[in-house]
């Protein structure tokens, strides 16, 4: 028997309801080959100096990284202002957020929460 993505998308809002947060899952695409890597990437992306997701955005902004994991498939990371005004990501709020779509959603997934929205 199959599981439906629908009830697979479920469960996973189901799991990370408790936090605050709504993951959405994608049910197609390329499967991360590399958590570990991709946590890695975010890590410095979020705490780094220079990383991509550090400093200020500005409102209604779009700022992408696209790394190339192991196997040589490219994954795109972004994170958009949704808010009306310039400012910063906390640190460790981009953190707990960005990896909460890795470690739940093996196709990548999106998050809206606090004004951000990530994939």
Not at 43 to 67: L, V
Not at 90 to 101: E, K, R
Request: with cysteine.
């Amino acid at each position: 028997m199959k599981t439906s993505p629908i009830l697979a998308t479920l469960t996973s809002l189901l799991l990370f309801a408790h936090n605050g947060a709504a993951v959405t899952c994608y049910s197609s695409g390329d499967t991360f080959t590399n958590k570990g890597q991709a946590r890695g990437w975010l890590e410095f992306a979020c705490r780094g100096n220079g990383g991509m997701f550090t400093g200020n955005i500005d409102g209604g902004a779009t700022k992408f990284m696209c790394p190339v994991q192991d196997g040589g498939k490219q994954v795109r990371f972004t994170v958009t202002n949704l808010d009306g005004n310039r400012r910063d990501m906390d640190d460790n709020f981009c953190v707990t957020a960005m990896t909460s779509i890795i470690d739940s959603c093996s196709k990548g997934g999106e998050d809206s929460r606090e004004g951000w929205f990530m994939k």
